[in-house]
């Protein structure tokens, strides 16, 4: 696809360290053999109204990334690309449905038969009041299909039900990270007085807190404590960003933790010190520790703190064998989480 890249911001990686994993993973497959392997639909947060001055469509996209293909709608209807709206970025090699918004004030549709774009197709076109902001949306929808499946199939049919149960350690994943853990390396490039692009600040902003969850988490699957209480634990509220906490564990919170009501946290790293205290909490100081470079870099930036939970529960989680070796699974994910941090817990 011509004329198409994936932007990184500059020279220098920093591979990531393998995670643990909460299971023992007993299969070996390929994910993404081809684009079709791997599909995402967004669940919106909410729909047009069908009038106003944002043009609302609803695109198919196969082997093309968010912002390319913004910049070719923006292309076609003659306006900035800063005026195209998306909720979330969206896998380049997948297959992928999602929503963009174009503000046209005073303007009618562009005859949108015209618009011909390799991998790119209109579904659906509305009309709405206000521009689509990034992070409006529930949640996506995944249909992912495994090939060349080897392994102990009764144990990865256990090993789903577990995962339906009880869910997933919520890990970033190695997109946030860039190719070869890219963006980290230029965070730390950044923090250390080197000046990048203000496009790039956020992303590297984001990688510099994510190690740090990255590292929590992997510090309480290995304990084991990813999905239950520590003391001092920050608890997350499902479906949203609020958390409180800490306070002791009661048979009240021990009932919400088990519905998928609640989840432990992890921090999202920011000015001053974490909320969380006692066990959780010297646990989190103490990974922070090692990265004092990141700690400072983002207190400097003036980040907030905030909390993100460290347990995954994928909604709706279906799976069958269309083929004695391929697995197909689908499940929702809410915003924000991994399709690839599911399925790593099935794959060795």
Known sequence: MSGQSDDEPMNGSEAPAELPRAYAPPLRAILRAQPEDFVVEELPGYVADGGGEHAWLWVEKREANTEWVAWQLAVFCGIPVADVGYAGLKDRHAVTRQAFSL???????????????EGVKLLEVSRHGRKLKRGALRGNRFVLRLREVQGDRQRAEQVMARIAAGGVPNY????????????????RAMFAGRRVRREMRSLLLSAARSQIFNEVLAARVGLGTWNQAMDGEIWTLAGSHSWFGPE?????????????????????????????????????????????????????????????????????????????DVLELAFELPAGSYATVVVRELLQ
């Not at 503000?103 to 005859?111: E, N, S």
């Open 103 to 117: 503000h046209l004030p005073g303007k009618v549709d562009p005859d949108w038969s015209h618009f011909a774009v």
């Open 248 to 324: 002791a564990f009661t048979p009240t919170l021990a009932a919400r933790l088990a519905d998928g009501d609640i989840a432990p946290s992890g921090p999202l790293w920011g000015e001053g010190e974490p909320p969380s205290a006692d066990a959780a909490g010297a646990l989190e100081r103490g990974v922070a520790a090692v990265h004092a470079d990141l700690v400072a870099g983002l207190a400097a930036a003036r980040m907030r703190h905030d909390r993100r939970p460290l347990r995954l529960l994928p909604r709706d989680l279906h799976w069958h064998w269309p083929e004695p």
């Open 172 to 187: 970033f994943g190695e997109q946030r990270f860039g190719l070869d853990g890219r963006n980290l390396a230029q965070a």
